[in-house]
């Protein structure tokens, strides 16, 4: 059975890191990634997400993370007794697993984004203590090798004998490396990387055509974008062959063509080698490759994705002229939403469009914000859409699924796709509380707001001189007209093409803009089913409750020797759920009223909740319309 998910740590993107890239980008751009470093969340629902996530992190030790890369390399220097003083990790990462080490790849990743986001050096330190284990086994291994698991692994890769996806692996590790560099500033980081792709051109570059194909069946991940990014920081030539030689044909052929070619793939290993496509357009210019990503995501977003803003079916693609068949308890990996974001963050860097914002919105906050549970920090891999099903969390010590290490860094980058800039624009995307330093600009920016709780948001300017610009806010495609007023004062609203409001001025310390977005009901129908729906209000998706009858709990079975366990969970849903929503589809704003916040009731008793608000409950998502 193929479970894995390749998920990619953090890309480039134009506007970032500029200082440290030694291939700049070869195409220009509508718009720029602010470094993270400049971005501050402040007190609201993703500061808290990210609060509980950083906690979760700082308690598994670097020893426990490094444990099983010691192991394989027989090293126990500066361990007090040796590995058996450690207490090692279940699930994934247990020590018969195949897929060891992917945790740790995206720890690095993690502490260098929470480092970046909040400033706090105990991100550091752990980011620190990691490269410095890791670069300690690399040297044991003494050929740039560097795994939780032996070179044997890549070896049976190589042959086409059966192994669960160890490329994967190495592209967790190395990308969190690059990230360790990136974010947090480390030189070791690099040249532990840089060291991992000599290694693997010395590895690969001499095998056949016929065997290098053989092997890319297997899954393998977002290597090909990582190798983009380390040939991006180094300009080693050696780097670019390996970004080139990950090319996947039958996955990439098609998409340069403008075909869907989609089948019953596994849908997040096909996601990170379009990003690569995004990559070696930035780096290239190539323009098929730019086509390709363009063209996957817009067919992912109008074919492939359901309310939520998620994708795949037991992780997999489908028809989607069957996509009511596809509505069960394995719908939305998480992982793939994750890697749908990154893969908009580009395409938004390309066009400026609010269109591909809107996406990343929708999928924000209807599946990344609801992937953890409150109560405990834990995540979710899956987002059940099956009516009566709940949310199933993984487990502190005993799962490490792919979406545990996604879901490290889904919570420790909320800031970076809230604004965006060019040399005259801010970009205000998101409406999310923080603050903004745009130093090129000396220009600051407090976002306050309690959205989409209310329909408002405040953004506060300050400045030590008069700074001519044009603040760009978002035209939701779920919005009435907006009202916006600068000062107290109303302005005109104009839409633009790409779906933006510019408001140009010079602007003082201490001026103030006042954005209201008019929300309202919408049903959004199955197309192969229209009687079946899900019901948003503004951006925000509405599930209703279902309550707990029959509940048995969260948590799959933390046996770790039970690393699938979340493929035979029983949702044990009771017969005869009510799941017809009780309200007139032709009047839906005088047959749904708000209790308090974003909570709502039908006239017939429906109780709805924004889908990230339900945890620990039934719930139904695709209503069957009167």
Known sequence: MLVSAG???QSL???????KLKVSNAVPVKAEAFDLQAVRLLPGRFYENMQRDSAWMMSISADRLLHSFRTTAGVWAGMEGGYMTVKKLGGWES???????????????????????TGNECFKAKGDSLVAGLAQVQKAHGNGYLSAYPEGLIDRNIKGQRVWAPWYTLHKIMSGLIDQYLYAGNETALEVASSMGNWAYDKVSGLSEETRRLMLRNEFGGMPEAFWNLYSLTADPRHRFL????????????????????????????????????????????????????????????????????????????DPEHMS????????ETCCTYNMLKLSRHLFCWTASSEVADYYEQALYNQILGQQDPSTGMVTYFLPLKSGSH???????????????????????????IYYHNSDSLYVNLFIPSQLEWKDKGLKLVQTTSFPEEDKTVLTLSCDRTVRTTVMLRYPSWSGKPEVKVNGRKVPVKNTADGYIPVSRSWKNGDRIEVRYPMSFRLERLADNPSQAALFYGPVLLAGRLGT??????????????????????????????????????????????VSGLDFETAGGDRLSPLYDIHRERYVVYWNLK
């Open 95 to 117: 020590l018969d697993c195949e897929l060891r080490g992917h945790t740790t790849g995206h720890m690095l990743s993690a502490s260098a984004l929470m480092y970046a986001s």
């Open 325 to 332: 068949k596809h509505v069960t308890g394995y719908t939305g």
């Open 13 to 19: 993107y134009p506007g970032q890191y500029a200082d």
């Open 243 to 318: 970004a080139e030689w990950f090319y996947h044909n039958d996955v990439i052929d098609p998409l340069h063509e403008g075909r869907e070619d989609f089948g019953t793939k596994h849908t997040n290993t096909f996601i990170p080698k379009v990003l690569a496509e995004a990559r070696e357009y930035e780096l290239t210019g190539a323009a098929e490759s730019r086509l390709a990503a363009d063209f996957f995501w817009h067919e992912m977003v109008a074919h492939h994705t359901f309310a939520p803003g998620c994708s795949s079916d037991k992780e997999h693609f489908f």
């Open 391 to 417: 949310k199933v969390y993984s487990t502190p010590e005993n799962s490490f699924w792919c979406c545990v290490g996604s879901g490290f860094e889904n919570h420790s980058k909320y800031a970076e796709a």
């Open 549 to 594: 009858e029959g509940f048995t709990g969260c948590q799959p079975d933390s046996d770790p020797s039970q690393y699938n366990d979340y493929y035979k969970y029983d949702y044990h849903i009771p017969e005869g759920l009510d799941t017809v929503l009780d309200a007139d589809v032709e009047d839906l704003e005088n047959s749904i009223r708000r």
């Open 7 to 9: 998920v990619n740590a």
